[in-house]
T-cell receptor, first 113, second 113 residues
Framework: GAGVSQTPSNKVTEKGKYVELRCDPI?????LYWYRQSLGQGPEFLIY????????DSGLPNDRFFAVRPEGSVSTLKIQRTERGDSAVYLC???????????FGDGTRLSIL | QKEVEQNSGPLSVPEGAIASLNCTYS??????FFWYRQYSGKSPELIMF????GDKEDGRFTAQLNKASQYVSLLIRDSQPSDSATYLC?????????????FGAGTRLAVHP
């Protein structure tokens, strides 16, 4: 596939559990972004990677959230000790370069029971 | 707090009419602007971007930017029922590694036959 790929598409888990969300960007895209979208709202920025490094993690809500991109391609968003308020659609986007438009994946719908 | 404001709608237009969607932003450092279309339950899809003052046309879509007034708009000519979706406006500032989109909450467009 040519687009941004996110897995799983849906994740349901219990409060307090650990979750990992995966993003596979468009091939050749150096910049990768994570956003979170709640119902009726626009996406909210979480973190931005340029290559392997997190260039801006100012949107991560607290230290339960962490993201990695060890080889500069696939990224994983990790959430520890999940809370019901973490329920949202988590969107990943990538761009060819930092100044290029961002293209979104289909998202992971996370539900914390 | 950097903000992007949109009228939530719904904006209802008849098929074949021009739909006009508007957006204002608060951060004068914003340099580029994006319109995404989002169908219910789907991810945002990039439809237009604009970096310079004035108009930019692409098929039935025209984006307009006025940096002095901090105002962005999207015109959709010959609206079709398939254009019915939520339209998200986003602003981006690039400086010193800062590279994220700030989204409005979106305007819901309904095109009726």
């Amino acid at each position: 596939g040519a687009g941004v790929s996110q897995t799983p598409s849906n994740k349901v888990t219990e409060k307090g559990k650990y979750v990992e969300l995966r993003c596979d960007p468009i091939s050749g895209h150096t910049a990768l972004y994570w956003y979170r979208q709640s119902l009726g709202q626009g996406p909210e920025f979480l973190i931005y990677f340029q290559g392997t490094g997190a260039a801006d993690d100012s949107g991560l809500p607290n230290d339960r959230f962490f993201a990695v991109r060890p080889e500069g391609s696939v990224s994983t968003l990790k959430i520890q000790r999940t809370e019901r308020g973490d329920s949202a659609v988590y969107l990943c986007a990538s761009s060819l370069a930092p100044d290029q438009p961002q293209h979104f994946g289909d998202g992971t719908r996370l539900s914390i029971l | 707090q950097k903000e992007v404001e949109q009228n939530s709608g719904p904006l209802s237009v008849p098929e074949g009419a021009i739909a006009s969607l508007n957006c204002t932003y608060s951060d004068r450092g914003s340099q580029s602007f994006f319109w995404y279309r989002q169908y219910s339950g789907k991810s945002p899809e990039l439809i237009m971007f604009i970096y310079s003052n004035g108009d930019k046309e692409d098929g039935r879509f025209t984006a307009q930017l006025n940096k002095a007034s901090q105002y962005v708009s999207l015109l959709i000519r010959d609206s079709q029922p398939s254009d019915s979706a939520t339209y998200l406006c986003a602003a981006r500032a690039l400086s010193g590694g800062y590279n994220k989109l700030i989204f409005g909450a979106g305007t819901r467009l309904a095109v009726h036959p």
